[in-house]
Every structure is written in structure tokens, then in C-alpha cells.
């Protein structure tokens, strides 16, 4: 059976109140909360659990937490922002929309609406809605017009081959398939039946079948027909206002709901359908209407809260989370109908805050109450469930003075059988519960500062602590105002005392932390402060078992006296705010946490928090707590400024299953690009689209809160990642590979679900391909290898260029000189014998020399980098030329084709191209007996070419011996890849041709 929240509103200041008593915990989406409009038209729920809602402004998808906001784009392209009013998902799973005067098929994944158009022009002005039966038959009613249908096939909506008939003339409203597959039609002319196996139609006038309701005369203006689960007939029709009828086929009896259902002032209303329930109870809403059926008492009840405010309900859902989805023109509301047995009161602060400081539970002679102290009110006694109690005999004979209403503590002495009463200025207060005698006095000891906490020891001495520091005992047996003396005194307020197991006070302080003290001698046993706790300002304590003492206001402090150990937690840890206006334990030893941001269960156990959710009561509680108290039945009581709540801990469920969260969105660059529900998903990701966001939920309103989530990306993260509260996980610059994304939820007690998965990859982009980085390391090791091997090369290069130059200086000086060093051995040896011998001895010496110093300076101009270009080559020649042949008398010419100027020559090619070059000039100047000497330089194609002709006597190339020059010549033009050509005719000259690739 449901639960139902007792909320009590008081409405007039004093202790007196006016009650209004909830049957539901409401919660309440509006455009503060992401909904597009407040104006909301439909709602639908999908097989995945997400809850689709049109409204005045289009189309969204909400998972518990967030709402997504989906475009409208036609073939025509998109479309303006406009009104969804019918949302219907057919057998097929296509989706089906009323956007604006439009009916049509809707992708969400894909945001495409595929408009079906009206055969013909149609009256519509009296609105219309969109209905499916079992079969997936979708039918449009144009209401006080005709029935029409959506012709799939045909792609019109058209009123030709009907699937259900109507008689002729009649106007439809709406339409209800029963069990039997028989369709009732609601008309303005009365109830019509269609039968699609006979094709027969049935009404009043003609009902062969004997149909009950058919029977029932005077039916006209019919909106609504329908066949509850317990086969019920509900007809709801005009006459001229809005009536209710039922009809019960066992006791054949009708029944008048009008009384029932009719407002409790004079403003119109209209039931625009009914809902049924799994448990068979129904719901009607409308125009001004809410009302549930009692099946036991066979009434309609209509929901009267003061926080569901509504003109028009469109549409009600069940959802199986446990409760109701409303749409209405206030915006979105969902009744939980897992609300639990709560007693809650909050008074008016029309006249100033009551600011209780403290509850206690009375039990005298049996009786129970709950005593409430408030600071500026004074003391009320009330009982949750009769109400408030008379508190006017507390104050008989009070002293005049304002702190006789200004409560800090309230101590129900069982031994004494009175109530004591902590005041401000050092005033107490005792009431005896037998004979209500009331007392007042001040202690000479409490020094008039205000009494700030009450605790009572085993021996049943009281103990009080004080505003500036004092800590007070009380021994009287009865009551006398002797029995007070100081027993220590600490820096700072005491707002909290304690009396342990082991029977030690334990005091917390605004200034020094904590003390152990021993009960007799007042000897400090223990000091905790901000070295070992978090602060030293402290106001909360709770021993939990012999050993653990929970201590804190700003944080929460797990202190181990067997130990030493202190643990320290905040709202990293799991907490709701790291505030504690509050510590009480229930009988399973959980602590209950009153913080600004409502209530939270701590396992000491396991050090885990449990809270509720926003989506529950305990979440929306009053944000300014102050105290609270464990009943002796184990109920738990916390107040706040101007409230109380109580509460059994004991019907919260501890360790639910945790479910399989889903993953509600994936975003590329904050683009939404599908979610979990979508049977096909994109996996595949180019490089450059590395950055994801993940957001994921568990899909039921009601309990998605109520656990933790922890996600990891397999590729990426090395371990689980606890959520935050958006629950979302953001991924960017993502490298490329494969990935697997997994999301968990996680109950109380550290259990796991099976994870939700989504696995895609990120591509790798061509210079990330393996191939590439390998052809990239391939070609480095080629352009090492290449390095390297110019560096060989040029190496080589240097080691050929000095053999060649010590084969030439070998070859060339040094048989110079090994001539010249004979020469002048033979001259020495004949210088004073043989003077004309001496003499050509020196001769030969001298022109060796010469010869030498030419050949030096040829084999130092070859290696200068300077004269590498044909240019300087050709200068060259043409110094040489004229040097040998000017003292020849042979006069020469020199043609130059301008296009060889720039040509670029190796060292070599210079080196053998000028060798062939003097080896030829000399040849011409010693032998050829010319006057004169053509040479040329120029291009043949692409061979370079070189001519020297003489114009001598020639000789005859059969005849001629072929020497080391002529030799060499040849050798060399093949050095040069080149080919040399020598034409000589007797009388006529010689002609030396070089035809070289350079």
C-alpha cells in the first residue's frame, strides 16, 4: 500500500496551526529547469525509459537530468520553432508527431519529419487528436466533425477505407478499443460500436448484441467511453455540464459520479481523458480536474496540493519508476508514489522565525509527546499524529523577562520526572510532569551566561555547558538550587556535551576543540584539536559504538579512541555539504546528516555515503537545520528554523540493485551524435574528430539519484573515475586507436552493475598510419645511408684527388727533377772540361724547369673550386694558345658559342678537357709546320664540341706511330664519356674533333 507524506503547513503564528495533508511528494520541472515551455501539451514514454514531451515550443527528450531539445527539418528544410501535441510511437517503432496542423513521421537520430498531408480540405477549428489501436491503425478525430485515418500506404490522411466505421452523419469525439477487439466510438449523437469481424455497427437503435451500455437511453454528447480492467464502463458526456457515469456489468448497476467530480466553486471544467494504473486505480484530468477512484469506496477524490498548481492537465502517464507524469500549462510534475511515511511541519514565518534550537520526546506515565524549544517562542508540545497540545501551563508565573522564551536545550529528566530547560542569561527552567509545577531560577554558578546543552550521566547528574566556557554539574537529588557547581571552564562556547559509554564527558568547544574529561576529579583524558581534527570549532558529537565518535560542523571528523586514528570527510567524499547542522543514529547504527542540502546516510562501516536524490523529500527539507533527537521507538526527529520533521529510518531500503546505467548522449565538438538507445551508432572517427563527451544516467526519475557512477575509457584512462553530480565525462584530444567507453553504477554497500559500453575508434590520419611512420623511417635511414655515403664519396673524392696529385707530381715533377738532378750531375762533371757541354746541360735544366713550373701551375689551377665553369676554362685556353703558338709565329682564331659560357665543369672533366686541349696546340705548334690555327668551341645537339684545325702539311694516319700523346688523348676523351676524331690529310692539314656529353 502507498505511503503517504503528512506535511504540516502551519498558517497563523503561536503554536496553534492549520494542516494540510499530502498525499504525494511533488516534484515540479519548469524553464528554470531546461523545459522549453511551461506550456506542455503531451508527454510519451518510450521503451528505453526516456520521456518525450511536446510543447508551445517543439519537441524535447528528458532522462531524469536533462532535456534535449530536437529540430523539426522537412524536405522543404528546417523548420520554425512550433507547437507538439501528439507524440505516438507505432508498432513499427516510428514515431509519430503533430508539429503545429501537421501530422507526420518523425527520426529523432536524424531530426527528420516527413509530413503526411489531408486528402482534402477539413474542418478544424473544434481541435483534434491522434489515436492508434491495437493493430497500429493510426486515426485522426477531428472532434464534433468525422474520423479519419492515416493511410500509410496511400502517404494521405484520408476518411476513404476506414478501418472503423461510423453511422453516417455521426460526429466523432473519440475512440476506445475493448478486450474483444470492438471499437466504441464517443459521438456528439450518442455511443457507437464498431465490430471489424462482421463489419457491423451497433448504437441504441440497433444493438443486436444486447450491449448494456448501448441500452442506456438519453446519451448524447459523448466525449469519453472506456472499459476499465475490472470491466468498468465509464461514460463521460454533456447534459448540459459535464457528467460522470459508471457502469458495473456484475451488479448491472449504474452510478452518478457528477457530485463528485464537480468543482468546489463555479469555474468551468472539462475531463479531457482518463488514466489507469498497473494496482486498477484510474485517473481523470482536464480543465480544472485531478481527481483518483477509490475502487473501496467507489468515489472519486480529487488531488488538492498547494504546490500543484494547474489550469489545463493535457495528458497524464504511469511510469514505472513509481509515479505520475503530468502535463499541464504550469509546466511538467511528476507524483511520486513511492512517498514515504513522513511527519513534517513547517510554521508560518509571517511573524519572525520560531528558530527551534531543540526537540525532546517526552514519555511520562505512557504517554508520549514531542517538546519543541524555540528560541523567542518558547516551549510547544505536540503529537504527530492528533496535533498540537496545550503548552500554556509552561508559563504560568513566569519572571518577567524576555529569556523565559528563549530556549537553547530541552533535557527530559527520567529519574526526577522533569524537564529541563536551557535559557538564555544563565536562566533554567524545570517542569514537574506529574504535579506541571514549573520553577525558574538562576544559578549563581552559571554566572548569567547562556545554557547552551544539557547531558545526564548514569548516576543521573546533569551537566550543563555555557556560553562563555563553563561546564556545570548538577548532584541534587530533587531540586535545589544548591546542588550547582562549576566543574571546569575552556575558552570559547560549549554548544555540545556528551556522557560516553564508558561514562566520560566528552565537550566540544568553539575555540579548543575537544575534550575527554574524567566524570569525578574533571581530569582531561583527551584533547583533540586542529592538529588532529580538521578545526577547532566544532558543535556536533555522536559516539556511534565503544570506540568511534563522529565530531564536526564544518566537515565531519571519525575519531578512533583505541586507535588515535581521525578520518576526516567532505562534500568530495559523498556528502551533501560540508555544513552538519546535525548527528543522529538509527537502530542498524547509520548516521543521519542534516546538512543545507538535506539528508544523507553515513556507513561507518564501509565510510560511504547514501543520499537520496533530488528527486526525494529528504533532498528539499528545510536548508537551515539546527538539532535533532533518536525516539525510543526509533524514529528520528530533526528540527530547523521553523520546522520539524520525524521519521522512521527504518523503511528506507538499503543496497538496492544497482541497475545498468545508459548512455543518454554523445557529442563531437558539443554536437550530439547519438546515444545508447540507437541501434546504430557511429564507431568510426577521422583524427581530427578526437574530442567526446559522454553523459550517461540511470533512466528512472525516481532512483537515478540514489547511486553513484564511476567510468573509465579503456585505451585512455588506467583506472575507474569516480562521476561528479553532472554525470558526464568529457574526452578531448583523444589520439588515434580503439577505445571502449564504460559507465557503471554503484549502491551503498559498493556494489556494481554491469557496465554500459560504447566502443569506437579514432583513425589514424595518413602521416599516423604504421605504414607511413615506417616509410618515414625507411626514408630517414635512406637519407642517413645517402648522407653517409656522400660522406664516403667525398671521402673517395679527396683520397682520388690526392693520388692523382701524387701520381702527377710523381709522374710529371718527379721525373722533372730526376732529370734535371742528372742533368746537373753530368754538367757538374763536365763543367770544367767540356764548357759547350756544361752549357746544354744547363739548357736542358733550364727548360725542364720551365716545364715543370707549367705543369705545377696546370695542376693548382685544376683544383681551385673558382675555375670550375666553362668560362674560365676557355680564358684558359685561349692564354695557352697564344703563349705556344704566338712563339710559333702561327697566328690562331678562337670561335666561342655563347650558349657553352655557363656550363658547369667537374674537376676532372676541367683537368682532361684542357690536357686534350694543350697536348693538341702543342701537336699543331711542333709538328704541323702552319701559319695559322682555327679552334672552336660550340654545341652539337647536346654534345659539346670542340675543333682545333691547323692548316699544315698533314701526314699520313697509316704512317704515323701513335706515342704516349696521341694515347693519352684518347684516354682521356674516354674519362670525359667522349669521343675524339682526328682527320689529317697530306698538304692539307690535320683536324682534332672533341664531341663530349658534359
Known sequence: MKKGLLLLLFTISCWHLHAETKRFYVTNLRTSDGLASNQVLTVFKDKHNYLWIGSSNGLQRFDGRKFMTYQIDTPEGRQPTQSVSEILVDRNEKMWLRVGDQYGSYIPEKQEFTPVPFEKNENRFQGESLWMDRKGNLFVILNNNKLLWIDQKKGKITDQNLPVKVPDGWRARSIFEDK?????????????????????????????LGLEVLKKPDLTYVFNVYEDSESIFWVNYWSPDERLLSYDPLTKIWRNHKSEISPPNTNYQEAYGSLELPHAEIWRYGIQTLASYDRRSKTFTPLIQSDIRFDKITKLIWDDAGGIWMATDAGLYFLHFDTPSIYFQERSSQDGNFEFQAVEEVIHRGDTSVWLGSWGKGIGILKPLTGELDSKWIYKGLPDAIETYQVWDLHHDKKREVVWVALQKGLIQVIELDSKKVQYFYPEAFEGSTIRTIAEDAEG?????????????????????GGFRRYRRFQGRIPKILISKDQHLWVTTTNEGVYELDLEEGKILRHLDNSILNSNNNEQLLQVNDSIFLIGYELLNKFNTRTGKNEVFSYSDGMLSNTIFGLEMDADGLVWIYTPNGLTRFDVKTNTFYSFGKNHFFSNIPNDGRSGTRFANGELAFVSNNGIIIFDPMQFSRNLPPPVPTITGIELFGLYIGDGSLPEMRREFTSQENSLTFDFNILNFSKQDR??????????????INAKSNFQAVYSLLPPGEYQFEVRSINESGVYSEPAVYAFEIKPSLVQTWWFKAFLGLLFLGIVALIYRMNVNRILAVVKLRSRLARDLHDDMGSTLSTINILSSMAKTKLGTDPAKTSEYISKISENSQRMMESMDDIVWSIKPQNDSMEKLIARMREFANQVLESKDIVFSMEVDDRILGMKLSMDARRDLFLIFKEGINNAAKYSGAARVFISFGLEGHLFTMRIRDYGKGFDMAEIDEGNGLENMKKRASNLGGNLEIKTEAEKGTELTLRVHL
Open 707 to 720: 547511486f553513484s557512477y564511476q567510468y573509465r575509457l579503456v585505451g585512455a584512462d588506467p583506472d575507474w
Open 461 to 481: 547528574n546533569l551537566w550543563f555547558g555555557t556560553q562563555n566556557g563553563s561546564i556545570i554539574k548538577y548532584e541534587g537529588e530533587g531540586i535545589d538550587q
Open 180 to 208: 474483444r477487439g470492438l471499437y466504441w466510438v464517443s459521438n456528439i449523437e450518442g455511443i457507437s460500436v464498431y465490430n471489424p469481424k462482421t463489419r457491423e455497427i451497433y448504437t441504441h437503435a440497433s444493438n443486436p
